[in-house]
């Protein structure tokens, strides 16, 4: 079994900073790629950002300039830093990591809990 835990939410002013952590633990024999995704309620789970196996980060066109993206491998662990925080930034927030187990040896994708991001005005 593959288990991870967010943290880091909250609620914050327009313009502040945030950032998120999402380790990885278990059966975790390699990481692939780690993602943040966000959803509102009643709206499609999006990307906000991704970094892969050798550091290629991609983000969505929302954050980009805002949002930077990080890997610590040696604790299978992602970070999304978040500055010039907007309102419209306020959702829960969602990690994804893709894990080649040590059991199976299977690729899998596994999600976080979620953690609520506030943005006042």
């Known amino acids: 079994q593959v288990q991870l835990v967010e943290s880091g939410g909250g609620l914050v002013q327009a313009g502040g900073s945030l950032r998120l952590s999402c380790a990885a633990s278990?059966?975790?024999?390699?990481?692939?790629?780690m993602g943040w995704y966000r959803q509102a309620p009643g709206k499609q789970r999006e990307l906000v950002a991704i970094?892969?196996?050798?550091?290629?980060?991609n983000f969505a066109d929302s954050v980009k300039g805002r949002f930077t993206i990080s890997r610590d491998n040696t604790k299978n662990t992602v970070y999304l830093q978040m500055n010039s925080l907007k309102p419209e930034d306020t959702d829960v927030y969602y990690c994804?990591?893709?894990?080649?187990?040590?059991?199976?040896?299977?690729?899998?994708?596994?999600w976080g809990q979620g953690t609520q991001v506030t943005v006042s005005s």
């Open positions: 994804n990591i893709v894990v080649i187990t040590t059991t199976t040896r299977s690729v899998g994708g596994y």
């Open positions: 278990g059966s975790v024999f390699i990481t692939k790629a």
């Open positions: 970094i892969t196996s050798d550091g290629t980060t």
